[in-house]
């Protein structure tokens, strides 16, 4: 069993940075994949970023590439999500998620039923 813990939300204006974070605590390593995941009112959630515990390696949606940044502190058990150029098309609630086993190289990385363990979410509003 894993549990997860999302914080750093918060409201920022366009082209601000924000820092999330997902503290993991249980057994962590039955998890080897960490997930962002975020939804706006009205729409499905959807798919952000993903890392591996044991390498980083890392996966991002196309719509965050290049302004979003994923990684990992093993550590401390905790995901972080570094976003950049915020946009209000980011606005949405964030939440943290665990896959039981790997699903990288798999199309169950960026789907909601590949992930075994979710964060209650953290609200981010981008405001112009």
């Known amino acids: 069993q894993v549990q997860l813990v999302e914080s750093g939300g918060g409201l920022v204006q366009t082209e601000d940075s924000l820092r999330l974070s997902c503290a993991a605590s249980g057994r962590t390593f039955s998890s080897a994949v960490m997930g962002w995941f975020r939804q706006a009112p009205g729409k499905e959630r959807e798919f952000v970023a993903a890392v591996t515990w044991s390498g980083g390696s890392t996966y991002y949606a196309a719509s965050v590439k290049g302004r979003f940044t994923i990684s990992r502190d093993n550590a401390k058990n905790t995901v972080y999500l570094q976003m950049n150029s915020l946009k209000p098309e980011d606005t949405a609630v964030y939440y943290c998620?665990?896959?039981?086993?790997?699903?990288?190289?798999?199309?169950?990385?960026?789907?909601?039923?590949?992930?075994?363990?979710w964060g209650q979410g953290t609200q981010v509003t981008v405001s112009s």
């Open positions: 998620a665990a896959a039981r086993s790997s699903v990288f190289g798999s199309p169950y990385l960026k789907q909601i039923r590949g992930y075994d363990y």
